[in-house]
């Protein structure tokens, strides 16, 4: 029925795509065809995000040309990087930064007079907005340690390149393979509320900068990013209490606590993306502070196997192992949820474009509840 509520539009049917689908009851993932595990385990970010934007996984010299194009986009105007180190002073949270950022890009764009409606100069401005994010938050994370940012190196790949930005040391292969994968993973997921903030959005015909900032502010809400900080948070809590995982857990809902990164809007099993994850967080501890691989699994043993979680439909997704492999990456906890953006940029372009080549403006319908004929009275008698 027209005048039915579905709160949160939730079942609703608002456009067609052919970026990504998920299937909730087997759990699985795919971009424009192809599983997310074999574009996991296969490809790079830059291929993936090549196959969102051009329909097609690209060649290796379509890839090379590509990947060169993204790299020479990577550095950013000296007076936003100015405005970076003003947002660290301030203590400004890393979300809100990037926001202001991503917004103040728009400014120093060289196609600033290209017609909304041109989606090649939409497509080239969305290449520039995804190669610079990562050195925005790598600038920013170097600023709040009292340090100066370091240069992007063209040599080396998105994910690579981040980490040697907010390190200053060029990562080892796992490192960089680990984050690669794990950008990959965010890259896209249907109409999640980030990307349907930039489909309204976009579906305006405002430009890309206006997309993706209304993307990033609705990604910073703790209803959407943000869980994977909430998990690191909890494995900080169970490593200092000294308490056995298994223990701690058990106690915590007995007392009725909520476990995050466990249960999706979408999922009812067990999230793909987190059986990857979980993969490479086992491949970290045999390298690095095993401690951490060992509380995620115990907690997910203890709540699928002694509490049925799965069988409810709650599962774990794909916060319960990020959080641990990025802080084994040496990411501050904080900016999880800005790297969540600095991957999904890609698919939010991606769907804005996608959306605009046959655009109708996003208007829903609220129903009225309200009272009905107010008698006005003039302000000298209210």
Do not use: C
């Not at 689908?21 to 993932?29: H, K, P, T, Y």
């Not at 917004?103 to 007079?113: I, K, T």
């Not at 990959?184 to 959005?201: C, K, P, R, W, Y």
């Not at 490479?280 to 691989?293: I, M, N, V």
């Amino acid at each position: 029925m027209a005048d039915d509520l579905n709160k949160g539009l939730e079942g609703v049917l608002v456009a067609e795509s052919e970026l990504s689908s998920i299937d909730g009851d087997e759990g699985r993932l795919i971009y424009r065809g192809y599983a997310i595990e074999d574009l996991a385990r296969g490809a790079s970010y830059e291929e993936v995000v090549y196959l969102l934007w051009h329909g097609h996984l690209p060649t290796e010299e379509e890839l090379a040309e590509f990947a060169d194009a993204m790299a020479a986009e990577r550095e950013v105007d000296a007076d936003l990087l100015e405005t970076l180190g003003q947002l660290a002073a301030a203590d400004a949270k890393p979300m809100d930064a990037l926001r202001t950022a991503a917004s103040m890009l728009s400014a120093y764009e060289p196609e600033d007079d290209a017609d909304p409606a041109d989606l090649e100069a939409s497509l080239r401005k969305g290449r520039r907005i995804t190669a610079k994010i990562p050195t925005i938050l790598a600038a920013y994370e170097r600023f709040r340690q009292g340090e100066e940012p370091i240069d992007p190196d063209p040599d080396l790949g998105l994910a690579a390149n981040f980490l040697y930005m907010l390190t200053g040391e060029k990562p080892d292969d796992v490192a960089a393979e680990t984050f690669d994968q794990a950008l990959i993973l965010h890259a896209d997921h249907g109409l999640n509320a980030s990307t349907f903030t930039a489909m309204v959005i976009g579906s305006t015909m405002a430009d890309i900068y206006s997309a993706v900032t209304g993307g990033i502010g609705a990604l910073s809400g703790p209803l959407h990013g943000g869980a994977n900080q909430d998990v690191m948070e909890v494995l900080f809590e169970i490593d200092e209490s000294g308490k056995d995982p298994l223990e701690w857990v058990e106690q915590a809902t007995e007392e009725g606590r909520r476990i995050p990164g466990f249960g999706h809007r979408v999922y009812n099993v067990k999230d793909p993306r987190a059986k990857i994850l979980q993969e490479r967080s086992e491949e970290l501890a045999e390298t690095g502070d095993p401690k951490w691989y060992v509380i995620t699994t115990t907690i997910e043993e203890y709540l699928t196997d002694e509490k049925g979680l799965v069988e409810k439909g709650i599962a774990p997704n794909v916060d319960f192992y990020s959080g641990s492999v990025y802080y084994q990456l040496g990411i501050p906890i904080d900016m999880y949820t800005p790297i969540f953006a600095m991957s999904r940029v890609g698919g939010w372009v991606a769907h804005v474009l996608e959306y605009q080549e046959e655009n109708r403006l996003i208007r829903p319908r609220g129903r009225y509840v309200g009272p009905e004929d107010q008698e006005f009275v003039p302000l000298e008698e209210r």
